[in-house]
């Protein structure tokens, strides 16, 4: 899969594909079947594939005061995409020119002049262009004028009947439900970043932790997990069953002015080594209990004692091994 960070001059092979536009935050089961679509109508068309998204997420932009929120870095969406079939992403800077470009200077220059869309893929709620002057029906009848074709997509649902959406995800994972979640996204969500030397205090009780700070990531609610962490090594991850605790550690003292922030703790049962540096993915698997405030450590480390007891029980079906899943897509969560 190819990455372009512009549309403009871009090579012969990344034109005239089907483009599904969108933010596809999360990849979920209801932005999957809409690559479904499009790779259907580009093989009926022998054209390739590609996705039209914006960094930073255009509520970041508008809206930098709101908690954060997203639901995948672009490294991870890239990765899903890709494992989805997608050939070609195009990301557009979201930035103040782009904000008051005219919903028909989007279509003509940019869908039309750089990217020579042949169909174009959007959701019916879909806006665009400077106050979100142009909607699904401007689209089509821009696309009479242009000479390319629109689908406009309904919400998928779930055999339940709940609407896939990247709204319904972030809600299950603030309310300590990352089961829901994953029935939505068809995979264990995950926090990811970089391992950061912490204050070892978790070593001192017998339980070494790596520590990953949020980030960008949206807050899932503050507690316990039974967590999945994949540790990459060159083109392979390694995969381990672990504990996490979530949040900010209420047990330890903390100035009163200066509010800890959020961090994840992961502790990997029956792991010997040094992960301070390395990128690591850490895949929510369930909710074991909230963030609790104990007198002393010694009534932390009996918790943490009987929380990696319930961890590994509820893990012990999974094989964890090199290279699994093989995917980012979970097995076990299918439709």
């Known amino acids: 899969m190819a990455i372009f960070r512009h549309s403009s001059d871009l090579p012969a092979s990344a034109r005239g594909a089907v483009v599904a536009i969108g933010n596809f935050d999360g990849v979920h089961r209801g932005h999957q079947a809409v690559i479904d679509r499009l790779k259907r109508l580009a093989q009926n068309l022998g054209a390739p594939t590609a996705i039209l998204t914006f960094e930073p997420h255009p509520r970041r932009f508008f809206r930098p005061q709101d908690p954060a929120f997203l639901l995948t870095s672009f490294r991870l969406k890239a990765r899903l995409l890709e494992t989805l079939g997608i050939d070609h992403v195009f990301v557009l800077p979201f930035n103040a020119a782009l904000s008051h470009q005219s919903a028909e200077d989007f279509v003509k220059d940019t869908l039309v002049r750089d990217l020579g869309a042949v169909h174009v893929a959007v959701g019916d709620n879909f806006h665009f262009g400077h106050k979100r002057q142009g909607n699904v029906d401007f689209l089509r009848a821009a696309s009479q004028k242009h000479g390319f074709e629109v689908s406009v997509l309904d919400r998928v649902l779930s055999p339940a009947g709940e609407a896939y959406s990247s709204t ?13 979640a994953a029935s939505l996204l068809g995979r264990y969500w995950e926090i990811e970043g970089r391992v950061q030397e912490g204050a070892r205090l978790g070593r001192t009780l017998g339980f070494p932790t790596a520590n990953i700070p949020l980030g960008e990531s949206l807050e899932p609610a503050y507690g316990i997990y039974a967590v999945s962490a994949g540790i990459d090594q060159g083109d392979r991850t390694l995969w381990r069953p672990g504990v996490a605790n979530l949040g900010v550690r209420p047990t330890l ?3 009163e002015d200066e509010p800890p922030a959020p961090l994840l703790e992961v502790y990997l049962f029956d792991f010997n080594g040094d992960l301070y540096g390395q990128h690591m993915r850490v895949a929510l698997v369930d909710y074991l209990r909230p963030e609790w405030k104990f007198d002393d450590l010694a009534a932390l480390k009996v918790q943490m004692l009987e929380d990696e007891r319930r961890a590994r029980i509820i ?13 980012p897509f979970h097995p076990a969560l299918s439709p």
Do not use: S
């Not at 603030?174 to 829901?180: C, Q, V």
């Not at 893990?315 to 995917?327: F, I, S, T, V, Y």
């Open 253 to 255: 003292d903390h100035r």
């Open 315 to 327: 893990l012990a079906g999974e094989r964890w091994q090199a290279g699994w899943p093989a995917g």
């Open 168 to 180: 319904a995800v972030r809600d299950y994972l603030k309310a300590g439900d990352p089961n829901r």
